[in-house]
């Protein structure tokens, strides 16, 4: 299923708005604001937590380099981890959203490889998180 994905048009539109987003911290914002939007809009259930988990640390990679505060990211990352929200935040792709239950399923495919794929990197932010929390509690 994901490389279905990865090849579909609609996979291909959100990879060519990423750069642009990637350049404007305004724009990171923005879709930022419209991921935890969609997120409450869905109401994942209990089976969903780990998804729900991941999308929610996605969207704190994404503000903390938008705000400045951690630029320890490569660009590669960056932009498939903003394709793969716009993808996200899209009613529109692979299968769309408004398809009960089996609508999500690709964005989920998605965000599971995307963590996987980036594992490396989702650490190390995971880690300079914990040490930020620290530093800020002490």
């Known amino acids: 299923m994901i490389s279905q994905i ?9 990879a060519g708005k990423a750069g642009r987003y990637a350049k404007s911290s305004g724009k990171l914002f923005e879709l930022v604001k419209e991921t ?3 997120l409450q809009k869905v109401g994942f259930k209990e089976n969903f937590s780990e998804f729900q988990t991941n999308v929610q640390l996605l969207i704190r990679m994404i ?5 400045g505060e951690y630029r320890n990211l490569p660009w590669k990352s960056l932009l ?9 935040v899209s009613p529109i ?4 959203d ?23 990197d989702v650490k190390k932010f995971g880690e300079w998180e914990k040490q930020e929390k620290t530093i800020n509690i002490g």
């Open 93 to 96: 792709d692979l299968i769309p």
């Open 80 to 88: 498939s981890i903003v394709a793969v929200l716009i993808y996200f």
């Open 98 to 120: 408004f398809l009960p239950f089996i609508g999500i399923t690709d964005d989920v495919a998605l965000v599971v490889w995307l963590i996987k794929t980036f594992a490396d």
């Open 36 to 38: 935890v939007s969609k």
């Open 63 to 67: 503000r903390a380099y938008a705000s």
């Open 6 to 14: 990865l090849r579909s048009v609609f996979f291909k539109s959100a």
